[in-house]
């Protein structure tokens, strides 16, 4: 591994967060990371094309599942304590 290679990796990663992700929770980062590393070892560069990267993408989530459940216990209990009103003094 060169420098070049972690600096062009790590500039792809920074520019992503700054255009589509503006805030990561520490807990959620490493998911970030991990589809930034997928998006730059399947790169058009190294001769992966948008057919061949989706079907990459399509095999390593079988056998996965996805669940709301934690994400919208999260957003529940966030929002019932945002929408208590302070109490008169």
């Known amino acids: ?8 990796s790590f500039s792809i990663f920074k520019r ?6 503006s805030i990561a929770a520490s807990s959620t980062l490493h998911r970030y990371l991990t589809e930034f590393d997928f ?3 399947n790169r058009v560069k190294l001769g ?5 990267r989706a079907v990459s993408a399509l095999k390593g989530i079988s056998g996965k ?5 934690p994400a919208l216990r999260r957003t529940r209990r966030l929002n019932s304590t945002s929408s208590r009103k302070p109490s008169a003094s």
Do not use: P
């Open 39 to 41: 998006r730059y070892s």
């Open 65 to 69: 599942r996805l669940t709301y459940g």
């Open 16 to 21: 992503g967060m700054k255009a589509s992700i």
């Open 48 to 52: 992966v094309d948008d057919k061949a």
């Open 1 to 8: 591994m060169f420098t070049n290679t972690v600096e062009g």
